[in-house]
Every structure is written in C-alpha cells, then in structure tokens.
C-alpha cells in the first residue's frame, strides 16, 4: 500500500502503525464525523499527556460525497483539517496521522483493504442495507469495530459475536430512542 500510495502521488503511510481505516461513502448515518472526532480526543490526549501509551496509529479515511451534500462536504474538508493540523505539530509526530484518501476505487481498495488492521464500521443502527465492503475487511483480517446494523450483525452471526468489537445500539434501540435523543447533550455534558 505504501509504495503504490507514493508511487501514484497521493499521501503516504507508515506500514509500521496500526492502519485503522474507514471506507465508505460519506454520509451522516455512516459517521465519519463521529469517528474524526474521536481522532481529535486521541490527538488531545497525546498533546496533554506526551508519554500516554498509544501505539502508533495512521487513520486512513476514503469515500466519495454526493456532489449536492454540503455537510459531507464540509465532513471531508474537517478530516482534512485534521490531518493537516497532526501534520504539523512536531510533538505527535510518529504517533498519529490522518490521511484522506480521495477518489477512493476498485484500484485502491485491491491494497488498502489488505493492509487495513482496523475497520470502522459504526453506521447508525437500521440505517444501512447491508454494507458489505466490512467482510472484504473482515475476510483479509482486519479487526472490525462497528455497531449493530448491516452486515456487521450477519458477521457476527457466522463467526460469533466475540470476533468483532460490536457497540452501540440496536435497530429498535435507536428507533425508540428518537422522541428523547439529544446529541447537543453530549456537547454540553462531555468536556472532553
């Protein structure tokens, strides 16, 4: 992957760090947003804490947005943000990366889904139809995190539930959930 990466100019990856990646097209219910975020904690954490022990992570995000789909517009330009800004800083260097692979094809995916360690697939519960790239990870031995929705619950249904990193809410959870759910909660009550 890394070789290729260099060799048809897009960004490069360290080979040596966790590949931890999520690949989709770029959509709200998908949550890339959600997951960016969780690299803006890490990115914190080590900032406060320079001797916090992280193994060395590059988070590979790739996806395509609907040319009329202003906020996965604007979630692409965040994820590059993001990556430009750890780039930057001298005091994470060699500890996490961000990289956003776009145009994401069948070309590309021969070699990142391969040398993908970690694969997110944390869509919202009842939202996606099956979403079957998760096998093509699972199937070249990516560990999977993700929710219950999609082909994560038939995954987990073949080759047990232990053999996936599985959270969240269900299908019906989330259903029931939407006359009291309110994610600016989280913003207010959640410094971090």
Request: charged share 25%; glycine share 6%; proline share 5%.
């Amino acid at each position: 992957l890394a070789g290729w990466l260099r060799a048809t100019g897009r960004p490069s990856v360290d080979p040596d760090t966790i590949i931890d990646c999520q690949v989709k097209r770029i959509h709200e219910y998908k949550r890339q947003l959600l997951n960016a975020l969780r690299v803006v904690v890490l990115y914190n954490r080590l900032r406060e804490n320079p001797r916090l022990d992280a193994i060395p992570r590059t988070f590979v995000f790739a996806g395509k947005a609907a040319p009329a789909y202003q906020l996965a517009k604007l979630i692409i330009k965040f994820v590059n943000d993001i990556a430009a800004a750890i780039d930057r800083d001298p005091a994470v260097h060699g500890r996490i990366r961000v990289v956003f692979l776009p145009e994401y094809c069948v070309s590309l995916a021969e070699r990142l889904i391969p040398a993908s360690d970690v694969s997110n697939q944390i869509s919202t519960a009842g939202f996606e139809a099956s979403g079957t790239s998760n096998m093509k990870f699972m199937m070249n031995g990516a560990l999977t995190i993700g929710t219950r929705d999609g082909a994560n619950i038939e995954m987990a249904r073949e080759a047990g539930e232990e053999n996936l990193f599985l959270f969240g809410m269900t299908a019906a959870e989330v259903e029931q959930s939407r006359p009291w759910y309110n994610p600016q909660w989280h913003y207010e009550a959640e410094a971090e």
